[in-house]
């Protein structure tokens, strides 16, 4: 089946190599454009993609252009805005449905491309991964964009197609927002599951390896794993914690001087960001992970991406009661579920898979069932060509 049809500019994330944000992107629309069901373009507005690709061309059947923004020169923005109508003029495609596939809000940095592109042809689809109201305000330009971007998503149903959320929380902002003019669907997070080969994991209970991944932001909770991991080292000297990610440099440097005043510290690897192969071979060497999330409100409203990989991993999991987490995750059938903000909660977890290493593979058996039902990228991205070809 071929629909070459539909012509995708995705904007506002990288698909290639990043965060979190990439690989929701890139695990929604790898399995649509292998296929050939659609073409894709991706409009990145800076260099966040972490392997370099260069500024301009094509990678695994996408169209790209990074176009640059100078903070320190504020005339920048005239070439930033000339490069991003260029590429979505250029991309173009006559006869098919051409489509903006806007990851998270409009905003300053995207509204003039968001309204070039409509008066062009395009219809707007907006991914809502966050709740703004909720996010921390960092540096001036940045809690501008965040305070407009409340104005523009309450404006934004007079000019967008459809809102995908990534929650029940974000589901329903957006059905507010909407206000039955517009259709609201909910597409929770995915995980390309063949990253993740089953084949029965020997558990080694003399070398156990504790995984984190993320930003090291505040809501991850990542002060309370540390100081969960350096209370449980004292009783097991054989376990080990990996970090990996990527965070704002001032989060990241308080993990780092944190670790460097761990009794643990010689057993806490910090590996930074992995690009993709590396990461899954990291992830897939390791038997317990942890998704920390505090008790706030910007925790409660989104989904955590990397909990769908440790569920696929079939290894240990532990999680806390944050957002839409309960409704996938039962404790002591698929995971290890507890109260967020509780160091003491995160020992007696960590201790129930160190103490009883057979639950890593029971419980992660069920973890594994539980990503296969509810976040495997191959069915829930055609879900995405549904709101595609519905629009």
């Given at each position: ?79 930033f805005w000339g490069r991003g109508m260029s590429f979505l003029r250029k991309n173009k495609q ?20 968001l309204m070039y592109g409509r008066m062009i042809g395009y219809k707007i689809v907006f991914d ?73 994991h020997q558990v080694n209970k003399n070398d156990l390896k504790i995984f984190y991944g993320g ?177």
């Amino acid at each position: 089946m071929s629909n070459q049809g539909l012509n995708i500019m995705v904007m506002g994330v990288s698909i290639f190599d990043g965060m979190a944000g990439s690989t929701r992107v890139r695990n929604l629309f790898a399995p649509l454009i292998g296929r050939g069901l659609l073409k894709a373009n991706n409009l990145i507005y800076e260099t966040d993609n972490k392997v370099p690709i260069g500024k301009e061309g094509r990678l695994n059947e996408i169209n790209f252009r990074i176009i640059g923004f100078r903070l320190g020169n504020p005339f920048s923005i005239f070439s930033f805005w000339g490069r991003g109508m260029s590429f979505l003029r250029k991309n173009k495609q006559s006869g098919s449905k051409n489509i903006i596939y806007n990851y998270n809000y409009p905003d300053l940095k995207n509204i003039v491309f968001l309204m070039y592109g409509r008066m062009i042809g395009y219809k707007i689809v907006f991914d809502i991964i966050e709740d703004n109201r909720f996010e921390a305000h960092v540096g001036f330009v940045n809690k501008v964009r965040i305070k407009t971007s409340l104005v523009l998503f309450k404006l934004s149903r007079h000019f967008t197609k459809a809102y995908i959320a990534i929650s029940d929380h974000l589901y329903k902002r957006a059905e507010e927002n909407a206000k039955g003019k517009i259709p609201v669907h909910l597409i929770p997070i995915t995980v390309n599951l063949n990253y993740f080969k089953i084949n029965g994991h020997q558990v080694n209970k003399n070398d156990l390896k504790i995984f984190y991944g993320g930003s090291f932001a505040p809501k991850d909770g990542l002060s309370y794993l540390l100081d969960a991991f350096e209370e449980v080292s004292k009783k097991d000297n054989n376990i080990k914690l990996v970090l990996t990610g990527l965070g704002n440099p001032a989060d990241v440097d308080k993990i780092k001087e944190k670790i460097s005043g761990s009794a643990a510290k010689e057993r806490i690897l910090f590996k930074g960001f992995l690009a993709t192969d590396e990461y899954y071979a990291v992830l897939n060497s390791c038997d317990i992970f942890c998704m920390t999330r505090v008790n706030s409100k910007f925790a409660n409203a989104g989904f955590p991406f990397k909990l769908g990989e440790f569920l696929a991993s079939g290894k240990g999991v532990i999680a806390t009661r944050v957002g839409d987490v309960p409704k996938y995750l039962h404790n002591g059938e698929n995971s290890l579920l507890i109260n967020p903000d509780s160091v003491s909660e995160i020992v007696q977890a960590l201790s129930t898979f160190i103490n009883n290493p057979e639950k890593i593979n029971t419980l992660g058996a069920a973890a594994r069932r539980t990503a296969e039902t509810n976040f495997d990228s191959d069915k829930i991205s055609m879900e995405l060509l549904s709101i595609f070809n519905s629009i």
